[in-house]
Structures are given as C-alpha cells and as structure tokens.
C-alpha cells in the first residue's frame, strides 16, 4: 500500500468490502430474511453502490443528514435508526416525499406529536432493548409495546413498520462463546416477544451477532454495519479475522523514543476517534500491522494529533523516522467519520457523506 501523503490516511480495501458483502448476504439469504445493511460506517456513496449489486434495496442509516445523502444517490427505502426527534418534524415530512422513510419510536407521546406534524407518511419501528440499556422499550413489556402498537393505528400519517432491536452489548464480548451467550439471549426474548406480535416484522443487526451465529432466529430483517469494513475491536470480539478487515490508517512516524521503545506517529484522536478495546494486556487504540501481528506492537495512546505506539524491540528496530506505519483501527465507524474519507489501495479518492479527502 503506497502512500506519498506525509499525513494520516485512511485507506479501503474494496476487495474486501466486496467479500465482505458478499459473505453477509449468503447469510442472510440463507435465513430467508431481508437485507436492510446499515450505511453508517463507509458513509460512502461508491460502497453504497456496491451493495444494489447484491439486490439490497433498503438501507439503514443513522441519521436524517444521511438518510438525505443516500436518498440523493436513488435509495428509495430508507430507516434511520435512531428515535424519531420532534423537532425536525418538517426534515422527516421532506424527506418522506422523496422516499419510503422509516425511524425508530419508544413512546406514544412521540408517535402523536410527531403524527401531528406530518403531511407525508412516514414508517415508525418500535425501538426494543433487549436489555442492552441504551434506548427502547424493554424487550418484556409487552403491555407497553402494545400501546405504542395502538398509537401508531391511530395516527393518520405514521404506519407500522416492525420492530427494530440493536443488542450492542454484544461489543463487550471478547469471544464467539460469548457473543454466541448474548445474541442468543437476545433472540430467545425476541422470540417470545413474536409469539405475542406474530404478524409484526422484526429488524436485527448488530454486526458481532450477524457474524458469528448461522441461525437469526425470529428476525426477519437483518441491518449489521461494521461488517463491510471489520476492524481491530471485531478481531478482539471474534467476529472477524485480521484478513477481514477492510480499512487501514497509514500514518508518519515523526519520532521514536529508544527508551522506552515507543513510536510517536501524527495519527491521534481526530484521525482515529477515542474509541478504544480492553483485552487481557492492555487497552489498545488500534493495531499495527506487521508480517506477524502482535499483542506487544498496538497504539497505546492518542491525544488530539499524536499517536503513541509501544513495540517489541525487534518491531521498534526495524521503523526509522520518517517511515510510514500501517494501523488496524480499533471501530472504523469512528474513524471512516473523523477522517471524513479514503482512498482505495490503487489511490483513488472515494467519496464520504461529509466532504472529499483533501491534502492533510
């Protein structure tokens, strides 16, 4: 992977990308469901095209920004998964007149405030935590998921599109065993919770669960999205293998402290994010990639624009300022949205929802 930008890059593998598709849409096929993948992690309309040839025609997304941005590249059926705001009523009624629009409700409330200041129709999921305690209706309160139920037959513009359930506690799994335990939980409830809404679509995808389990269970339709790109967490999770992942920040080695045999890299948390993975040795803001990956050579720490890698002695030998290393970013969520684009391993710029990759 060459690289003449004396600044942090961030780079795609679009043969992975497309394996990856691939891989996830046999899957998914192979449980008779619908493929809805989640757009938030490239945020790219050039991969989003990719996925039109494996015949997905609805997306997800995580927000009206980018619901507008796809919606801009031909996608006509789009759910933005995050609980519908009140106060961007006109955004949602503009856009639901261009597109079959979805969002995510937990609240009769919202569903009758929302219904109020719509002129065009506008899908609602029932948003359930299946104990994940980030937002929903908790999975076992059927009582109160009928009600919203109701709320959403009553109203004149909103219609009921299913439910839609995220279990992102599996991102704190750090083996298939466990997220196998989690996911599997999940689903068990939701299966239940079917047994009581038979009629009612069901929407699941966290990426950790679509990768590891064979079987979804109740779901009828699946929206991963980390998977298109996978990362370093995905490997600490056992989700993926390092072959898997798609994306790599090639960064500038400005420094090295003989020391402590560290590495300092322009390359800190406006390149990579502050997300960061804890495994049994250490807390780790990304990988390096070397011919043998490592536990001892990872970004041990990052501040606004420095990096700090710790290394082997022979790794730390073996780099010279001025040379380049190659990171696995630990989410490439985060990191595809700070760096604001990439390019592909030949050089070319591929486009990214919030600008061009410019100089630096």
Request: proline share 4%; with cysteine; net charge negative.
């Amino acid at each position: 992977m060459t690289n003449t930008s004396p600044f942090p890059t961030l780079f795609v593998d679009l043969d992975i990308v497309r394996s990856n598709i691939s891989k996830m849409n046999d899957k998914v096929k192979r449980n008779n469901a619908e493929f809805r993948p989640h757009f938030k992690t490239h945020q790219s309309r050039q991969i989003g095209r990719m996925f039109r040839k494996f015949g997905v025609e609805g997306i997800t997304v995580s927000s009206l920004k980018m619901a507008n941005y796809f919606a801009e590249d031909g996608w006509k059926d789009i759910t933005i998964a995050f609980p519908a705001n009140i106060l961007a009523a006109d955004y949602y009624n503009s856009l639901a007149a261009v597109c079959q629009l979805k969002t995510l409700v937990i609240s009769e409330k919202v569903v009758s405030q929302l219904d109020a200041q719509l002129q065009n129709e506008l899908g609602l999921y029932i948003e359930i935590d299946p104990n994940y305690g980030r937002s929903g209706i908790p999975v076992s309160d059927h009582e109160r998921i009928a009600s919203v139920i109701k709320a959403i037959e009553r109203s004149e513009n909103c219609n009921l599109a299913g439910f839609y359930c995220h279990a992102g506690h599996t991102y704190r799994a750090r083996s298939k065993k466990e997220v196998e335990e989690i996911a599997g939980k999940a689903l068990g409830q939701l299966a239940l919770l079917k047994k009581v809404f038979p009629e009612i679509s069901l929407c699941f995808g966290d990426t950790p669960s679509c990768s590891v389990l064979e079987d979804f269970g109740p779901a009828d339709q699946i929206s991963p999205g980390n998977f298109v790109f996978y990362d370093w967490m995905q490997v600490e999770i056992g989700a993926c293998t390092p072959a898997e992942i798609a994306v790599t920040m090639k960064c500038p080695i400005i420094e090295k402290f003989d020391d402590r045999e560290e590495i300092l890299i322009h390359g800190g948390a406006v390149h990579f994010s502050k997300d960061s993975a804890q495994n049994k040795f250490h807390t780790s803001f990304g990988q390096l990639i070397t011919p043998e990956l490592s536990e001892e050579n990872y970004l041990q720490n990052l501040s606004q624009e420095h990096g700090i890698i710790h290394c082997s002695p022979g790794t730390y030998n073996s780099f010279k300022i001025g040379d380049s290393v190659d990171i696995y970013p630990i989410h490439s969520c985060l990191t595809a949205d700070v760096m604001r684009g990439y390019y592909s391993i030949d050089g070319k710029i591929l486009d990214h929802m919030n600008k061009s990759v410019e100089a630096f």
